[in-house]
């Protein structure tokens, strides 16, 4: 069984990401592992939200302000539902799927999560050149060249 690590945020939902994960469905018995790096806090508007639990640690909370804290939470919340619908779209293709919310820097979050399991191939699914900080990160390239296996980048048209 090939494993399949798909990295995404702002894309999940293109038809762009999805279809590339049905050509590896077609190609054989294949699982899939959804890395959501949450967006920084300065890609964030200022929004304040109620309090409730998202799941941030409470010694990330404890450095930052009231607003950049209430960011945080509302930018989990946004990556965990992204992180359900793809999950969700790939298991009604009827394959295995499973995954995380990550750290807000796409490769720490792939580095960390390749250290845990190993992946046959990683996708990477990103906003179109001059949008993209991933791309201008450079993301793509440095994973390929670290983690020694195929990458293929994704990149969505809207």
Do not use: H
């Amino acid at each position: 069984m090939t494993r399949y690590l798909v990295v995404a945020n702002q894309t999940i939902g293109g038809v762009e990401l999805m279809d590339e994960v049905r050509r590896r469905i077609t190609s054989g018995p294949s699982s899939f592992f959804v890395l959501v790096p949450t967006m920084p806090l300065a890609a964030q508007p200022p929004v304040v939200l109620a309090a409730g639990d998202t799941g941030v640690p409470p010694e990330v909370l404890a450095d930052l302000t009231e607003v950049e804290a209430e960011n945080l939470k509302r930018a989990e919340m946004i990556s965990q539902s992204r992180l359900s619908e793809l999950v969700r779209e790939i298991r009604a293709e009827g394959v295995e799927a499973d995954g995380e919310v990550g750290r807000s820097d796409p490769f720490k979050a792939i580095e960390e999560t390749i250290t845990r399991s190993g992946f046959d191939e990683i996708i990477i699914s990103t906003l179109p050149e001059g949008v993209s900080r991933w791309l201008r990160m450079d993301v793509p390239n440095r994973a390929k060249r670290k983690f020694k296996v195929p990458v293929t980048t994704v990149t969505a048209k809207r």
